[in-house]
């Protein structure tokens, strides 16, 4: 058993860290707010506009203009990765990298891929063993729709110059606090959806559908990259602030198992202290 000076030292440190995790707790869960509200206000928004797109893209062919839907054959692939710039959010990053690899792995065996890397966390890694076209960490410092713009056309420009044939997004989405699914979603080229409902449907088109397409599939194109950011950024405050909570609880139990200890050990100096006052008597007594 520990003696009581190495036990009073770790129950300060333990009472120390349990503190730093318990205001991160808090901190987090104050972002979270924040960051859930905007991505649950944006989410009908963006599931309208993607609704609209698949009910158009039935209607796509070469007189539509969108070379944002053609199809080549996969020679190389762009995997845009969206992990965090901070770590102690659990598995948050962890499922990304493993996501990735998984996907090279499985899909895109003797191809071509590059990496696109949105957070510092997961280029960290990933550089190790893939090819990084690009990183960009300081996108969460003021993540606007005007700056994911930005990369979203950087993305598509990518495309129709014909350097990579596919572009797909790897991120974590928010569900609640406690919960984030790791996504894979198509970026480009953008996937027809045909069905007996979107056939039935009767548009108008004006001024015409060549203009309306072409304005709207870049468009909705950058709020697929902006949703999945927002989602993400969402997910790793939800991840933090429940790892945070773990970890104070896990400080907490840690504390006063020590606290038992040190009880414990004090009580037995105590006890042989008593002893030896009590032997001594006797022997002089004797």
């Known amino acids: 058993m520990a003696n009581l000076k190495e036990l009073r030292s770790r129950i300060t440190s333990v009472s120390s860290t349990m503190q730093i995790t318990s205001a991160m707790k808090m901190v987090s869960a104050a972002k979270l707010s924040k ?169 108008i088109f004006e001024p015409s559908k060549l203009e309306i397409v072409k304005d709207l599939i870049p468009k909705s194109l950058k709020m697929q990259l902006f949703k999945a950011l927002r989602d993400s950024f969402a997910a790793e405050h939800g991840a933090r602030m429940t790892a945070m909570h773990k970890a104070t609880d896990n400080a907490k139990e840690l504390r006063d198992d020590l606290k038992l200890s040190y009880n414990k050990a004090r009580q037995a100096s105590i006890t042989n202290e008593i002893l030896e006052i009590v032997g001594g008597a006797e022997a002089l007594n004797g």
């Open 35 to 203: 960051a859930q509200d905007a991505i649950t206000s944006m989410r009908p928004y963006a599931e309208k506009l993607t609704q609209l797109l698949q009910d158009l893209s039935a209607t796509l062919d070469d007189d539509s203009g969108s070379k944002f839907a053609e199809e080549r054959e996969v020679k190389k692939v762009l995997i845009v990765a969206i992990s965090s710039n901070k770590g102690l959010a659990g598995a948050f990053n962890t499922n990304i990298i493993k996501k990735v690899k998984a996907k090279i792995q499985e899909n895109y065996q003797g191809k071509d891929v590059d990496l696109y890397t949105l957070g510092k966390k997961g280029n960290d890694i990933l550089k190790k063993s893939y090819d990084v076209y690009k990183n960009d960490n300081a996108i969460f410092d003021d993540l606007s729709f005007e700056n994911v713009s930005e990369i979203a056309e950087e993305l598509m420009q990518l495309f129709l110059d014909g350097k990579y044939d596919r572009i797909e997004i790897v991120y974590n989405q928010f569900k609640n606090a406690a919960t984030q699914y790791v996504m894979d979603e198509q970026f480009l080229p953008i996937e027809k959806f045909e069905s007996e409902d979107n056939k039935q449907l009767d548009y």
